[in-house]
Nanobody
Framework: QVQLVESGGGLVQAGGSLRLSCLAS????????MGWFRQAPEKEREFVAA????????YYADSVKGRFAISRDNAENTVYLQMNSLKPEDTGVYYC?????????WGQGTQVTVSS
């Protein structure tokens, strides 16, 4: 069983920055990859970024490349999403996600609102 808890969302003006955190339970955090997804109102959930267990390899959606950065601290069981140059279209609920032994786990989400 894995529990994920996101934090760090909020209201920010366009061009601003936010840093999201996702704290994972369990002692095997360093053994699996982590991802961030988001869901805007009346839209499907979409991939934002992912990071492999070692933290060396990262992947991004085209819409956030160059603006967002995913990282992890395996000692703290935490994955981060640094979001810079935020745009109104980045507004949505951001979810942390992982897959462990074939089971997908999601956090409860944290709201990010970017005003124009």
């Amino acid at each position: 069983q894995v529990q994920l808890v996101e934090s760090g969302g909020g209201l920010v003006q366009a061009g601003g920055s936010l840093r999201l955190s996702c704290l994972a339970s369990g002692r095997t955090f360093s053994s699996y990859g982590m991802g961030w997804f988001r869901q805007a109102p009346e839209k499907e959930r979409e991939f934002v970024a992912a990071i492999r267990m070692s933290g060396v390899s990262t992947y991004y959606a085209d819409s956030v490349k160059g603006r967002f950065a995913i990282s992890r601290d395996n000692a703290e069981n935490t994955v981060y999403l640094q979001m810079n140059s935020l745009k109104p279209e980045d507004t949505g609920v951001y979810y942390c996600q992982t897959v462990v032994r074939g089971t997908t786990y999601w956090g409860q989400g944290t709201q990010v609102t970017v005003s124009s």
